[in-house]
Nanobody
Framework: QVRLVESGGGLVQTGGSLRLSCAASGRTDIIYRMAWFRRAPGKEREFVASISRNDGSSSYVDSVQGRFTISRDNVKNTVYLQMNSLRPEDTAVYYC???????????WGQGTQVTVSS
């Protein structure tokens, strides 16, 4: 099993920045890709960004492209989400997720709240 623990959420004003961290433990050797998802109040969970553990290739949802950056530190088994130019519509609970090569995301963290005030 893989355990994921997020940190770094909080309250920030529009235009501000936050950095989320996700520390993985347990069977980290089976992790192929890690990602951040978010769920805003009254909305479904949304993919935000993902990164390959091996080559660092990344992808983003269009709404955060150019504002958010996902990165990883394989020595620390940690993934980061640097969020800049935050907007009120970025307010959500952000979840870290991980998956092996052949399955969907099946390891999830507990989530961290990000609130952007206008």
């Amino acid at each position: 099993q893989v355990r994921l623990v997020e940190s770094g959420g909080g309250l920030v004003q529009t235009g501000g920045s936050l950095r989320l961290s996700c520390a993985a433990s347990g069977r980290t050797d089976i992790i192929y890709r890690m990602a951040w998802f978010r769920r805003a109040p009254g909305k479904e969970r949304e993919f935000v960004a993902s990164i390959s553990r091996n080559d660092g290739s990344s992808s983003y949802v269009d709404s955060v492209q150019g504002r958010f950056t996902i990165s990883r530190d394989n020595v620390k088994n940690t993934v980061y989400l640097q969020m800049n130019s935050l907007r009120p519509e970025d307010t959500a609970v952000y979840y870290c997720a991980a998956r092996p090569p052949t399955t969907d995301y099946n390891f999830w963290g507990q989530g961290t709240q990000v609130t952007v005030s206008s």
